[in-house]
């Protein structure tokens, strides 16, 4: 059974840089089991694409936010990180991991597991 588990989130002012963790507790995150990325969304929006990553290392960024903020993965402890820097007010949402064998299918935001989210808040 796949537990996606995220951490990580809290207030931070404009400018600012958090990053957010993603264990798997459920699955090794081996070359089978495809792809990890995450969503996110903010009050009154509907989820949005934000960044994933392949077991191999390849990557894909939404374009508001290519540049500011890095995805990246360990392996062996079976954890995605999201490194967040120069943080917007329009960043704050609750950010979501989610997991599936196909990049198009985490792309698109109909992976076929999910966290329960993390809380970002960022502050002007």
């Known amino acids: 059974q796949v537990r996606l588990v995220e951490s990580g989130g809290g207030l931070v002012q404009a400018g600012g840089s958090l990053r957010l963790s993603c264990a798997d507790s459920?699955?090794?995150?081996?070359?089978?089991?495809?792809?990890m990325g995450w969503h996110r969304q903010a009050p009154g929006a509907q989820r949005e694409f934000v960044a994933a990553?392949?077991?191999?290392?390849?990557?894909n960024y939404a374009d508001s936010v290519k540049g500011r903020f890095t995805i990246s993965k360990d392996n062996t402890k079976n954890t995605v990180y999201l490194q967040m820097s120069g943080l917007k007010p329009e960043d704050t949402a609750v950010y979501y991991c989610?997991?599936?064998?196909?990049?198009?299918?985490?792309?698109?935001?109909?992976?076929?597991?999910w966290g329960q989210g993390t809380q970002v808040t960022v502050s002007s």
């Open positions: 459920g699955r090794t995150f081996n070359s089978g089991s495809g792809v």
């Open positions: 990553i392949t077991y191999y290392g390849s990557t």
């Open positions: 989610t997991r599936d064998v196909r990049l198009a299918s985490v792309v698109a935001g109909t992976g076929a597991s």
